[in-house]
């Protein structure tokens, strides 16, 4: 096969999002779990963004003149998240795969990034075994959980919508938590009107994108963390990551009627933290 790599441009983003709803669907159905896009259009709209956003480094794998996959580089930080990767049912098993990945590691080498991250499916074999032969180290197990918003407010825990002047602090929480900041990202779910913060004794102690698989959250502790997810007035897209191993955090959601959906893999290459708080992750890292 004759495959071209090219640059994405918002003109790809119809056959992108198509390509992306197919492929997740199908490996998905394969493997008897949810697919993760709903439809076309929700697809479609991921990649739209991603396709139109300066902050996203995107590649498009063309076979015969004709769109056949496609990848991303989340830029906005200083780690670099990888994904959503996929490539049409028709033409998979064929390296195609791997060129995209390899296409933007090398992306993120030519940027000096000092880490870059996914997340994978841990159902999806053939994707951990290539990660890993490319470098990535698994660092943590997910839980992807979905349910019906809880609506509420824990005592003592105020939340509310995150402004442009909460940066600051969010970005120096992250900092404590992770070793790193993710303000870019934050930045852009402030202005989508999605982010929040949780207030303990008048100071920030938490905050989220959303509560949703494409956001992150950090918080000081799980009970910040926990009061983020009971206000979250909707989950963005199939539901919300948890590290496994946070027991306390994966007991209070099954005792809130959230369910299990799938676990899925934190991989990275280069730097990377053991986090020294509570956190969600996002399905690019």
Same mark, same amino acid.
């Given at each position: 096969?004759?495959?071209?790599?090219r640059r994405g441009t918002p003109a790809d983003a119809? @056959?992108?999002?198509?390509?992306?709803?197919? @492929?997740?669907? @199908?490996l998905a159905e394969s493997h008897n779990f949810p697919p993760d896009f709903p439809s076309v259009d929700a697809a479609t709209a991921t990649v739209t963004m991603m396709l139109s956003h300066p902050g996203f480094y995107s590649v498009v794998a063309e076979l015969d003149g004709k769109i056949v996959g496609s990848n991303f580089l989340d830029e906005r930080s200083i780690v670099g998240g990888i994904g959503p990767i996929s490539v049409a049912p028709e033409v998979q098993n064929n390296t195609i795969g791997r060129q995209l990945m390899l296409d933007v590691l090398k992306r993120g080498t030519d940027r000096k990034l000092p880490a870059i991250r996914l997340v994978q499916s841990a159902y999806h074999n053939r994707s951990l075994c290539l990660y890993t032969k490319l470098g990535f180290d698994t660092r943590e197990p997910l839980s992807l959980m979905t349910g019906s918003p809880l609506g509420r407010r824990l005592a003592g825990y105020e939340v509310r919508p995150a402004r442009e002047a909460d940066l600051e602090a969010c970005d120096q929480l992250c900092l404590r938590v992770h070793g790193h900041d993710r303000g870019g990202e934050l930045l852009d779910a402030i202005r989508n009107r999605t982010a929040t913060v949780v207030e303990r004794l008048g100071r920030i102690t938490g905050y989220a994108g959303a509560i949703a698989l494409f956001s992150h959250a950090v918080a000081e502790t799980d009970d910040d963390l926990k009061a983020l997810i009971a206000a979250a007035p909707a989950f963005g897209g199939p539901g919300f990551l948890v590290p496994t191993r946070n027991g306390e955090l994966m007991r209070w959601c099954l005792g809130n009627s959230f369910r299990l959906v799938q676990q899925m893999t934190l991989m990275t290459i280069g730097l990377y933290n053991e986090p020294s708080g509570a956190y969600l992750s996002s399905v690019l890292f």
């Open positions: 096969m004759k495959i071209v790599l119809q @056959a992108c999002g198509r390509i992306d709803y197919e @492929a997740f669907r @199908a």
